[in-house]
């Protein structure tokens, strides 16, 4: 059977198709999209857990004036989020994760769960 695949050969590689599994170079829509979006969660979640408490306890107890209340809660998350967003050290280990689980998809087929808020 003829390649049929209008995508370049290491797109369409490896063991289930979905590319070499071995490959790290980066698209643009991972630089720009997907990396940024894997900083923001594991800054939330692991480097500001503070701010972000803090943030969701105002929001919470402000209700409906929360955009007026909670401006210094909200001033201190995005202080502490844009600081991680331009760490390079922490960009790099975001950029190491993220290869990480798309070799692993490219290698097993199977991709893992998405967290829902």
């Known amino acids: 059977m003829p390649d049929t695949s ?6 369409s590689e490896g063991p ?6 071995d490959d790290k170079s980066l698209r643009k829509v991972e ?10 969660e594991k800054a939330k979640t692991e480097k500001c857990v503070k701010e972000v408490e803090e943030f969701n306890k105002c929001c919470k107890a402000s209700s409906v004036f929360m955009v007026v ?3 210094e809660e909200n001033s201190a998350l995005r202080s502490c989020l844009t600081n991680w967003y331009e760490n390079e050290e922490f960009r790099q280990i975001c950029t190491n994760q993220y290869l990480n689980e798309r070799s692993e998809y490219r290698t097993t087929g199977i ?7």
């Open 31 to 40: 630089i720009e999209v997907l990396i940024p979006k894997l900083m923001r």
């Open 16 to 21: 289930h198709g979905l590319g070499d599994p």
């Open 6 to 11: 209008v995508l370049p050969k290491k797109f």
């Open 69 to 71: 209340k909670c401006r």
């Open 111 to 117: 991709k893992k769960p998405m967290k829902r808020a």
